[in-house]
């Protein structure tokens, strides 16, 4: 009875927050008028993969009402994504590894009235940046999130990973800056000193979001944004070790959110998966009420791919959201644990550690 009494409290939050995702997908993205007269879109390159080309002719070939620039940034003329870029854009060089430097040097040479952070693996469809840009009519910085699509396991893994950003970005009070997809007005950039400010910081997404908390805003999200994601060369030792990298920048620059987070999860997993495996081990059925909190997890899940495929027309199969949801109770703990012990992060080449 003791084991029902300790699994109320998990429930009634599941469902506060399933409720609120639910909603929040059912709304309807309110309607803004494209106020930049330029648009400056920034891409970080390093290295050539299988996609590449196709993912930048999918960025540059963007419907949009304001005039655009696409400026692609690289360590050194030597890159072999230079070669490529240059097909699409203006090439920059940095100068120096990695990305802060890079979206620095890209800021220098940008010259619209609204700036784009956009990462290589994206491949959107012809009405992202609209969508992504219109909200800065009203707010200074714009966001959104990426949708992986593809087959198989792997698929599975870094979509349930990936996906761990989304509670978050529905809660205005918690919500980041996503470096793949952001967009923000010029002259808050060069009031908050980002081209100082990013090369500072491993992570972009935290130069900016923390830039944007110093000034008292919250950027939209851009739900009609979400970016498509193809899985490149996507391997389960790949997919794990990304989502150990993913997790382990929130535990650098967000160490409070790191320790909730592993809370959450490893609470979720010992009263939904092990406790459970345990009562049928032992005969013990009060242990088999965690296993309630499956069908909420998994209504919320679907919720969110339904309202994903809704608002921004990613070709989202629920069915692969269901099984990303059925990975994610056992990858999820895993990669958490994991970032506990690990010290460093690999990321194109480049070895970094804290």
């Known amino acids: 009875m003791l084991e029902l009494l300790a699994i109320l409290p998990f429930l009634a939050l599941s469902l ?44 540059t070939s963007q419907r ?34 990695g990305k802060g430097a890079a979206l620095a040097a890209g800021l220098r040479a940008a010259g619209g009235d609204c700036v784009v952070f956009a990462d290589d693996d994206i491949r959107p469809p012809p009405a992202w940046l ?10 200074v910085a714009s966001t959104t999130y990426r949708w992986y699509v593809g087959r198989g396991l792997c698929h599975k893994v870094r979509l349930a990973v990936s996906n761990m950003g989304f509670p978050a970005l529905i809660y205005s009070g918690s919500r980041f800056t996503w470096g793949g997809s952001t967009a923000l ?29 110093e000034a008292g805003a919250a ?3 851009a739900r009609g944004a979400i970016a498509p994601t193809p899985d490149a060369d996507c391997t389960i030792r790949s997919a794990l070790e990304w989502g150990v990298r993913q997790v382990l920048m929130v535990k650098w620059h967000s160490p409070r959110g790191w320790y909730a987070g592993l809370a959450a999860y490893t609470a979720g997993f010992l009263l939904s998966v092990a406790l459970p495996a345990a009562g049928v081990l032992l005969h013990d059925y009060y242990l088999l009420a965690g296993l309630a909190l499956h ?24 069915r692969d959201a269901a099984a990303a949801w059925a990975v994610g109770n056992f990858v999820l703990p895993l990669v958490l644990w994991a970032s506990a012990f690990a010290r460093c992060i690999k990321w194109r080449g480049r070895r970094i550690c804290r």
Not at 295 to 318: E, F, M, Q, T, Y
Request: with cysteine.
């Open 295 to 318: 069908p909420i997890n998994l209504v919320k899940d679907v919720a969110r791919a339904a309202g994903v495929r809704r608002h921004a027309g990613v070709p989202v199969v629920v």
């Open 185 to 213: 007005r010029r002259e808050f950039a060069e009031r908050a000193r980002l081209a100082e400010r990013l090369p500072q910081h491993v992570s972009d997404d935290y130069a900016v979001t923390s830039a944007l908390r």
């Open 130 to 139: 609209e969508r992504l840009t219109a909200p800065l009519s009203v707010h």
């Open 64 to 97: 949009a009402s304001a005039d655009v620039e696409y400026i692609f940034v690289v360590d050194s003329w030597s890159d072999p994504a230079r070669a490529v870029a240059e097909k699409f854009g203006t090439v920059v060089v940095s100068g120096s590894e």
């Open 219 to 221: 950027p939209w999200f």
């Open 16 to 59: 506060l927050h399933a409720a609120n995702e639910i909603r929040f997908w059912m709304r309807d993205e309110p309607a803004h008028f494209q106020a930049c007269r330029k648009v400056s879109v920034i891409v970080p390159l390093r290295g050539v993969y299988p996609g590449l080309e196709e993912n930048l002719r999918a960025i």
